[in-house]
């Protein structure tokens, strides 16, 4: 009896944390678009606009064909960097037998998974290692966790190299934000820690560490420097084609940026976007900030995230045949 009441007052306990978090977040995201939507309507009326009129007008003075003609190859190129750098990982840790052909459509089905949820359009490659090659679901998810990692290490070096290229722009936009102080300190942090994190997870030193020996770290006591390497190599045609991209779509949106912004600037925008706010609040707020200039484009970040993500959706629609067969098929012999 007393477990059963320990275990109902742990229950009730996760449950109102839940919830605080969940309000906790959703106040945030209000906050973000209240601040954003307020900046933007403080430019609209100093030209005589409401706040609708001046977006309108943002909108329909767009060169829409031309930003489809750039998005559209862009999400299908994302899709196969993204899906390609998955099946090097699961081959080095989980399944060597597996094949791109066979990642490819559990990808894609994953991309539709996550218009619902992030969390669970992952589950959909350890539910398919689990049923194809018994791969453990602990398992699966270190691996998911170690791309997860390097994913973050990918935005810090592209981010770093544009500030250190020109850090002038960074300081130009430091006035909301001291980010001349606050990224150089990140930067130097994440150098610190990585090498760390290697020694800790591969040297016979720490072979007794409890930490180091959870089972969702597996990836990590696998992998070596090179692999890491590997991964960051393998993922940057996508970081590198994202600052092409956005730069170019946002002259398309006459909002002028160069280069050298989006270098700088848009891995750190990616970063606040993996905040776990609704509607990627966090990055919305930070596009404001780092173009107090044009404060409309934090409303553009809105349409160029729900288009690439509506069109990753697309894309895994057309493979969902072949994802659910390879799913809920007969496991081949």
């Given amino acids: ?59 329909g003075d767009a060169d829409w064909l031309s930003w489809l003609l750039i998005m559209a190859p ?12 998955t099946w090097r990982v699961i081959r080095w840790f989980n399944a060597p037998s597996i094949k791109l052909s066979q990642v490819l459509p559990i990808r894609a089905s994953a991309y539709i998974l996550s218009l619902v949820n992030e969390q669970v359009g992952k589950g959909a490659m350890s539910l398919y290692l689990l049923k194809r090659y018994e791969v453990p679901g602990w398992q699966a998810l270190s691996t998911m ?27 130009e936009a430091s006035s909301l934000l001291a980010l001349d102080t606050i990224l150089p300190v990140v930067f ?42 590997l991964v960051l190599l393998c993922k940057a045609p996508n970081m590198i084609g994202a600052i092409i991209v956005y730069t170019f779509a946002l002259d398309l949106f006459n909002v002028v940026v160069s280069f050298g912004q989006m270098l700088a600037f848009l891995p750190v925008i990616f970063l606040a976007a993996a905040l776990p706010l609704p509607f990627h609040a966090g990055a919305l707020l930070l596009w404001t900030v780092l173009f107090p200039d044009y404060p409309e484009v ?36």
């Fill in 298 to 333: 934090g409303v553009f970040s809105l349409v160029m995230h729900t288009f690439f993500v509506l069109f990753n959706a697309f894309i895994g629609v057309l493979f969902l045949p072949k994802a659910n067969s390879e799913l809920f098929g007969d496991k081949p012999k």
């Fill in 1 to 59: 009896m007393q477990e059963e009441s320990n275990a109902g007052i742990e229950s009730t306990q996760g449950k109102s944390k839940s919830i605080l978090f969940k309000v906790a977040t959703w106040a945030i995201t209000c906050f973000c678009f209240y601040l954003v939507l307020s900046k933007t309507q403080a430019t609209a009326a100093r030209e005589g606009l409401t706040l609708v009129e001046y977006l309108v007008r943002f909108f």
């Fill in 74 to 85: 862009y999400s299908v190129f994302f899709f196969l960097v993204d899906a390609h750098v």
């Fill in 145 to 171: 966790i170690l791309l997860g990692l390097m994913e973050i290490y990918q935005l810090l070096i592209f981010s770093s190299i544009g500030v250190y290229l020109y850090y002038e722009l960074v300081v």
């Fill in 188 to 229: 130097l942090v994440a150098a610190l820690y990585l090498p760390f994190h290697i020694w800790y997870f591969r040297s016979d030193l720490m072979q007794n560490s409890k930490l180091r020996n959870v089972q969702i770290f597996r990836a990590f006591r696998e992998a070596n420097p090179l692999k890491y390497f």
